[in-house]
Each structure stands twice: as structure tokens, then as C-alpha cells.
């Protein structure tokens, strides 16, 4: 059974700080993705990573997957309220569904 | 171009009824997959459905099942309500061939007395 772990469980922080949060596992993954979820609505997908070390950048947020594709981090750089949301990561392997990470809630105070 | 719509929004059933949740896919998309998703947790995977066929199953019991019709939409059907099937349930559509990019609706949540 892949099991995913995020860290951390919860975060606040003040407008303009920098923040990483974590994606962990002992599985290997073909795929990694990031979402956000809002309160009241469904996961809107932020990125995919596929390729082990690779960095995507999305504005203020860059992610990164790990070289042999079992974890991944999401930075984000001077944090805003509109950065506020559940970040959930879901992973896949080949041939499976996707696996979410039970997600990091992230608040950003003005 | 509407996106993924979800039916009703909010329900509240009491233990042992049977519910039934509906879903309409994006514009062009023909694979439907159903998440269960508790308070304070990620979505796990209940099934998907293709070419209105039941594709994959996570780890849920018989209770859960579902259906596909020709126009792509889908339905969740729950039987024998237990408390503990209170959560949001989200649906999420994909274009077959490009299954790595999921839109996934509002959800529908449901509350078990």
C-alpha cells in the first residue's frame, strides 16, 4: 500500500514570509502532483512532476521532485492571504491511480 | 465551457438508507473517477469509470458502487449508510488520453446520522 506523508500538518505564517512544505514516501512514484483545495471546493491542480530532480516554477511557487521520485517539496516565495488553502499531494505509480497525501493547511495572515 | 458539476450539494441521510450522488463531466472529457474525501483528510479512490465501465476500484467495500451513461456522466451510489461514510465525495473528470490532468468538481457532502 503507497502511503504518502505531508509536513507540515499545519502552517501559518504572515503575508511576505517564504515557506517549503513536504511530500514524502517510501514508494516510488511515475507521476507527482500538487493541488490546492479551498474550503467548499474541489482540488484545482497546480502542477505534475515525472522526471526524478526535476523543478517546475508556477509565480511564486516552485516544486521540486526528488531524484529517485519518492518525495517532493513546494516553496512558496513571499507568501499571500490568496496563498491560503489545503496543499495536497497525490502520487501515482505506473498502471495505478493517484494516492493523496492527507495535505499541509497553510493559512497567511495579512 | 462549464467544468465538473456535482449534484446536490450538501445531503444528509440517517444509517442504513441508500444514497445516490451525481456527476457531469468537463466538456470533452470521457473518464470519471469518485474520491471519498473525510474532515482533515486527502481524497482516497474509490472507482473510475470509462467507456461506461467500472476501469479501476480503490479499497472500498461492495456498499459503493457506480455507474456510467452513454453522455459521459456518472453516479455514486452508497447502500446501507454507516456513520462513518460522512465526507465530502468529489468527482474528478480526464480526457482518456491525457489521465495525468484531473478537474475535479465541488463535491457533494454527506452527513450520516
Known amino acids: 500500500t503507497q502511503l504518502l506523508e505531508q509536513s507540515p500538518q499545519f502552517l501559518s505564517i504572515q503575508e511576505g514570509e517564504n515557506l517549503t512544505v513536504y511530500c514524502n514516501s517510501s514508494?516510488?512514484?511515475?507521476?507527482l502532483q500538487w493541488y490546492r483545495q479551498e474550503p467548499g471546493e474541489g482540488p484545482v491542480l497546480l502542477v505534475t512532476?515525472?522526471?526524478?530532480?526535476e523543478v517546475k516554477k508556477l509565480k511564486r511557487l516552485t516544486f521540486q521532485f526528488g531524484d529517485a521520485r519518492k518525495d517532493s517539496s513546494l516553496h512558496i516565495t513571499a507568501a499571500q492571504p490568496g496563498d491560503t488553502g489545503l496543499y495536497l499531494c497525490?502520487?501515482?505509480?505506473?498502471?495505478?491511480?493517484?494516492?493523496f497525501g492527507p495535505g499541509t493547511r497553510l493559512s497567511v495572515l495579512p | 465551457d462549464a467544468g465538473v458539476t456535482q449534484s446536490p450539494t450538501h445531503l444528509i441521510k440517517t444509517r442504513g438508507q441508500q444514497v445516490t450522488l451525481r456527476c457531469s463531466p468537463k466538456s470533452g472529457h470521457d473518464t470519471v473517477s469518485w474520491y471519498q474525501q473525510a474532515l482533515g483528510q486527502g481524497p482516497q479512490f474509490i472507482f473510475q469509470?470509462?467507456?461506461?465501465?467500472?476501469?479501476q476500484r480503490g479499497n472500498f467495500p461492495d456498499r459503493f458502487s457506480g455507474h456510467q451513461f452513454p453522455n459521459y456522466s456518472s453516479e455514486l451510489n452508497v447502500n446501507a449508510l454507516w456513520l462513518g461514510d460522512s465526507a465530502l465525495y468529489l468527482c474528478?473528470?480526464?480526457?482518456?488520453?491525457?489521465?495525468?490532468?484531473?478537474?475535479f468538481g465541488p463535491g457533494t457532502r454527506l452527513l450520516v446520522l
Open positions: 469509470y470509462y467507456e461506461e465501465e467500472e476501469r
Open positions: 512532476v515525472v522526471t526524478g530532480g
Open positions: 474528478a473528470s480526464s480526457p482518456n488520453k491525457g489521465k495525468e490532468t484531473q478537474y
Open positions: 514508494s516510488v512514484f511515475s507521476s
Open positions: 497525490a502520487g501515482r505509480s505506473y498502471g495505478q491511480n493517484f494516492v
